[in-house]
């Protein structure tokens, strides 16, 4: 197989020039895609019949629950790039999404925990998947504070990658956990084997607003990974002539 | 691929499987304090504390709810469609407490059976429908039609 024109796309060079042009399409489709799935679910999918209008929080919970994993993978992934195979773009992406992971992990709590007290009748219990999630935003912090505390970036970026690594173990714990313990969390809706047990006036704005938020990363880790991407290649020549360049501008 | 990338990438393999092992072992041996509730029927075989407080969830049985007049006490029966418990609680019920659903109650069983909560949470279920779509599968369920909603 010929590797040669995935490394091209891969060198931090080219993904800063292809990456600047791609970046603001991906942002304008996903303000479209958000401004359509929340006017969706907020004024157009029924009140639910047992939770009324409550329910309506599930379109900001569930799609950030489902990025605090993804991202997750995401960053696991891009670190085994750089960890094996040398990939320094892998680490950038890595440490690119980090906190934007984390942020989504911390909504996806937060979220939950304010419908929980109207529904469940409390903000927060000990169950399997509140508490998987939970580790899962300590994962994100550990590896957000190991980036900060060692100040080699190649050193950095592998102590990181097998932090991610490690902690991929979390992932199916999280998604499982409703499944294999007793919880006070729900079992799952959407991601099962039957078909859905969500009405499908109310699904498509779930799916809607899941690609938005699916963009909103793809969007931000292209822009944070170009600051990653300049801060490591301070010193190289491309940079240079970029910046004089903008400069001259 | 070069003997040193293969060799990193069977590391990182290593890790990540013995990470899994381990975590699995680890989940394994703490399954029973994993559980955040006990079902009726572990209650009445005996299988949790008899001594300490501990949760017991299950659908709330329909027209077992009781409550007393003038005060926020309430008892009810739940039930895992093999055994049942009665529940005694005094306290404000979350809102999606109703007959037929499921809640996990907190609290210590007295010798004579009954459960004495200090806590009712409800758990909610993993559907979702509008009310319409909700009352035409009661009604298909009981067997009459359904008048069209208004």
Redesign the interface.
Known sequence: MDFSRLHKYASPMHFYSWSLAVAPWLGIACAVLFVVGLAGGLFYAPPDYQQGESFRIIYVHVPSAWMSLFIYMVMAGAGALGLIWHVKLGDMIARASAPVGAWFTFLALATGSLWGKPMWGTYWVWDARLTSELILLFLYLGYIALQGAIEDRRTAARAGAILALVGTVNIPIVHYSVEWWNTLHQGPTVTKFDAPSIDTSMLIPLLVMSLAYTLYFCTIVLVRTRCEILEFERNTTWVKQRAAGVNAV | MTPT?KK??IT?AL??AG??IA?ALI?TAF?KN????Y?PSEVIAGEAPAARKFRV?GLVVNDSVKRVPDSLAVEFTITDTVHEVTVVYEG??????REG?GI?AHGLRRPDGIFEAS?????????????????ALAAAKSGTTLKHPQ
């Open positions: 990338r990193r990438l990182a890790i990540v990470g899994g975590t989940l399954e994993l559980m955040y509730f079902s969830g404000i019920l979350p809102d999606l407490f659903q996990v806590e009712v949470l409800a758990k909610h279920d993993e559907n979702y429908m509008p009310p319409e779509v909700a009352s």
